[in-house]
Nanobody, 120 residues
């Protein structure tokens, strides 16, 4: 059974780059037709899809975050990463990685999430 685990710093200073890694076990990130997403939820707000990297390796991004977001993968470690640049306190959120099949709409397996606080 596939499992996802987010990791990275819990505190980032304003203007810096937030970097998170999602480690996948029980399945390969290159398996056909799976899409690997990053989603976040600010305190008291709804879920926001940030972007995804599919089995083929070419990432997709939310238009509202595209200028600040980069998603990449390390197939040798079965990991994919999120980088969000020029962060502000508004980027404080619980960040999740998730897997979906066949496109960007579905997310059937989620990591537990990790809280990232942006503060000086």
């Amino acid at each position: 059974q596939v499992q996802l685990q987010e990791s990275g710093p819990g505190l980032v200073k304003p203007s810096q780059t937030l970097s998170l890694t999602c480690t996948v076990s029980g399945g390969s990130i290159t398996t056909n037709y799976y899409y690997w997403s990053w989603i976040r939820q600010p305190p008291g707000k709804g879920l926001e899809w940030m972007g995804a990297i599919p089995y083929s390796g070419s990432a997709y991004y939310s238009p509202s975050l595209k200028s600040r977001t980069s998603i990449s993968r390390d197939t040798s470690k079965n990991q994919f990463t999120l980088q969000l640049s020029s962060v502000t306190p508004e980027d404080t959120a619980v960040y999740y990685c998730a897997r979906g099949y066949g496109g960007l709409a579905t997310k059937e397996v989620w990591g537990q999430g990790t809280l990232v606080t942006v503060s000086s």
